[in-house]
């Protein structure tokens, strides 16, 4: 079975620091991989995703993420944070048969001034 | 930018009592989905439905849930008689097809009381 592991529940990170967001998956074929955010109480924004092709991903708000399949990852990063990007981040993994979502535990972001 | 609509944002309602919450998934996609998140935990699929029927559904999609699409745009979840533990976030989300990008409404807090 499928299954997503966010190892960070609480990441604090001052703002302008660079910032990664660890994410492991676990999947028996070539996974669909998404990034989102939620700010509270509000939904989930997708912010990134990889089906195939380029292992490095932009997204929206100045993030990126990297596929590394010999590390079953998909870490999402920023440069340079920014007060606003406090929100939960939550990985999931996409399956295709199913078309259904795993996502992780998430990871709750908190910057400071 | 096309985006699911969820109605109600927020509902209270007795133990036992009957709950609809109602969704437009955005106009072209072709497959529907319920989450939900209880507070503090993971986001947790419930069930996918696709060309007028039910694709796929969870464990904990049973015989309380239902699921239909009245008309051509809305997309409903009905809880028969709420239970306590149905208290949670529940998020309609819709994708163009299998495989592709799954887009997330902004999401309506139950709350059973």
């Known amino acids: 079975a499928q299954s997503v592991t966010q190892p960070d529940i609480h990441i604090t990170v001052s703002e302008g620091a660079s910032l990664e967001l660890r994410c492991n998956y676990s999947y028996g074929a070539t996974p669909y991989l998404f990034w989102y955010v939620q700010s509270p109480g509000q939904g989930l924004q997708l912010l990134l995703k990889y089906f195939s092709g380029d292992t490095l991903v932009q997204g929206i708000k100045g993030f990126e993420a990297e596929f590394k399949r010999s590390q079953s990852s998909f870490n999402l990063r920023k440069p340079s944070v920014h007060w606003s990007d406090a929100a939960e981040y939550f990985c999931a993994v996409g399956h295709y048969v199913g078309n259904m979502l795993t996502f992780g535990g998430g990871t709750r972001l908190m910057v400071k001034p | 930018e096309p985006e699911v609509t969820q109605t109600p944002s927020h509902q209270v309602t007795q133990m036992g009592q009957e709950v609809i919450l109602r969704c437009v998934p955005i106009s072209n996609h072709l497959y529907f989905y319920w989450y939900r998140q209880i507070l503090g935990q993971k986001v947790e699929f419930l069930v996918s439905?696709?060309?007028?029927?039910?694709?796929?559904k969870s464990e904990i999609f049973d015989d309380q849930f239902s699921v239909e699409r009245p008309d051509g745009s809305n997309f409903t979840l009905k809880i028969r008689s709420t239970k306590l533990e149905d208290s949670a976030m529940y998020f309609c989300a819709s994708s163009e097809d299998r495989g592709n990008t799954i887009y997330f409404g902004e999401g309506s807090w139950l709350t059973v009381v």
């Open positions: 439905f696709y060309n007028n029927e039910i694709s796929e």
